[in-house]
């Protein structure tokens, strides 16, 4: 990603999609449901961990590394996770260093609607991070960008996976559901083709997020659909990247979104005071949430949310700025990850989509039948 200060051009776009965004139900968890949510524990270990320990590898487009990553969450999804569907969007280009040669991206998408819905019906918590690595420095690994915020979204879906099954079967029971603020799903995109091949510019970076908001943008839905084509369909884009070094963090970098800023934000609070997370950062991860409404507009990150945001899709930027000091550099390891930190991340953004998703309708009620 790029250290970009030119977000004037965007702000009116972004606006816009803020005002005609629908509007969601939204409970905040109990104490009770925040104490449930499961860090992945030894899952993330960076040796052995089924989560974690298959992605520290490169994974560079064309390589078999790529392949390797795919087969790992493919796997992982087809095996624990059967409800939910499986794509890929695949597009192949030249980069500035591999000559004629086509380069595949890959981008692999995990989805979860509600049984009932028709295309282009449900809203969609839409989490996203990139699974490519760079290609230099030689042997690189980008354990902070992205392979831990792969490894939290997968850890995300399948905490959350009990809960969407059952929301979704009382919701049938009662005959519920077809509304457009009730036909919620959550899809989990891992991108390929994020980092440039020799210098960050707009034709080299974002190959895999370029391609996919183009494809959605034009692919219309049925005309009786509520939401014209997929882009429309995402309820917000939270992008992770740069996560799993030490007191990172986080900025607030869009007004419009701001609002579900303070919602993480007052998450990793919550957590903090009873507390659920290990980490002992300096500050909160998200120190951000009485930002002022003058202070936002300075500048911003460049990463796979733009090809989104520039199409109008309400963006949560997850990104450690500064970034990690490690950052594109050998030490972008698994040793130089801060575990305690990759185990609060997983929590948080675990109780995000909790309550986005507004399973306080679910909450386990019993403690022992509530072991996540
Ligand atoms: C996309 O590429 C993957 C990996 O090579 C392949 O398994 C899959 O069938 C392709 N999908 C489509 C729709 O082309
Ligand atoms: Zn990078």
Known sequence: MFLAHISLLLQPIVLLSWLTSPTLAYTALSDHFLKLVPS?????????????????????????????????????????????????SNSTGKTPVTGDREIPFQNLLF??????????????????????????????????????????????ARSIDRFVTQMHDEMSALGEGGTVPMDMGVQILLLDGEEAFLQWTETDSLYGARALAEHWESSQHPATSFYKNPLDQISMFVLLDLLGSANPTVPSPFLPTHWAYRAMANIEQRMRQLNLLESSPKRPFLPDAEKQVSSFGRGFVEDDHIPFMRRGVPILHLIATPFPTVWHTMNDDGAHLDMPTVRDWSRIVTAFALEWLDMMEVEPKDEAAARM
């Open 111 to 156: 989805k979860r609607e509600p049984p009932w819905v028709q295309k282009g019906q449900s809203n969609l918590l839409t989490l996203v991070a990139h699974y490519d690595s760079k290609i230099t420095p030689t042997g690189f690994i980008g354990a902070t960008d992205s392979a831990v915020p792969c490894a939290i979204l997968m850890h995300v």
């Open 40 to 88: 992945g524990g030894d899952d993330f270990d960076i040796d052995h961990g089924k989560l974690l320990a298959p992605i520290l590898i490169p994974r560079v487009p064309g390589t078999p590394g790529q392949v390797a990553a795919q087969e790992h969450f493919v796997n992982f999804f087809r095996s624990e996770l059967p409800s939910w569907s499986i794509e890929w």
